[in-house]
């Protein structure tokens, strides 16, 4: 049993850069979440999944944010024009329906010098 | 989604019960008292959640005051491993969780 995974787990980019997060839920789970965390906070829901169709997204997640579940498997979460601010671990999760619990990847953490 | 209080940190030894509080003193009727921890350098992991009645798993038991305004997440025997950072979290919507800033457990040997 594979739990969710996320790639890359690191990633170092300059500002004004793109970045694009890979996040594989686990297999069968029909819903996946991102969210994001600062040093010394809880995270932060960003958006939601439910197959392929977004039905929810927080105002946290800006224009220059975009996710996709195009084939309602794995996701991507991209940042456009990436700015400090943006310096964060970014956490998918998933769940399916029935299921309470979600369960939570490692994280990617992102560092925008 | 209510909100929930909790302390900031607390400390237990190891192989002693811990008791974690947790106060929503503005929980909704159709609010699930939702558990998760954070250990060092993880993403959160769910621990358990619960409606009105007490609850039990491998991992924790779950205490619900009556009035539901308030709960205590209970480790029975703490070990070195549980040392990370509690998240009570009130849910009903089914996807958003909000996970304020928890509370961030020490165990000590």
């Known amino acids: 049993d594979t739990g969710v995974s996320q790639d890359p787990r690191h990633k170092i980019t300059k500002r004004g850069q793109n970045v694009t997060f890979r996040c594989d839920p686990i297999?069968?789970?029909?819903?996946l979440y991102w969210y994001r965390q600062t040093l010394g906070q809880g995270p932060e829901f960003l958006t939601y999944f439910q197959n392929e169709a977004q039905l929810e997204k927080s105002r946290l997640l800006s224009d220059r944010f975009s996710a996709e579940r195009p084939k309602g498997s794995f996701s991507t979460l991209e940042i456009q024009r990436t700015e400090q601010g943006d310096s964060a671990m970014y956490l998918c999760a998933s769940r399916k329906t029935g299921q309470v619990g979600q369960f939570f990847g490692p994280g990617t953490r992102l560092t925008v010098l | 989604d209510a909100k929930t209080t909790q302390p900031n940190s607390m400390e237990s030894n190891e192989e002693e019960p811990v008791h974690l509080p947790c106060n929503h003193s503005t929980i909704s009727g159709t609010d699930y008292i939702h558990w998760y921890r954070q250990l060092p350098s993880q993403g959160p992991e769910y621990v358990i959640h619960g409606l009105t009645s007490n609850v039990n798993n491998r991992m924790a038991s779950l205490a619900i005051a009556e009035d539901r305004k308030s709960s205590t997440l209970i480790l029975h025997r703490a070990t070195l491993r549980d040392a990370a950072v509690y998240y009570c979290i009130l849910s009903n919507s089914g996807y958003a969780l909000n996970f304020g800033k928890g509370t961030s457990l020490l165990v000590t040997p």
């Open positions: 297999s069968e789970h029909n819903r």
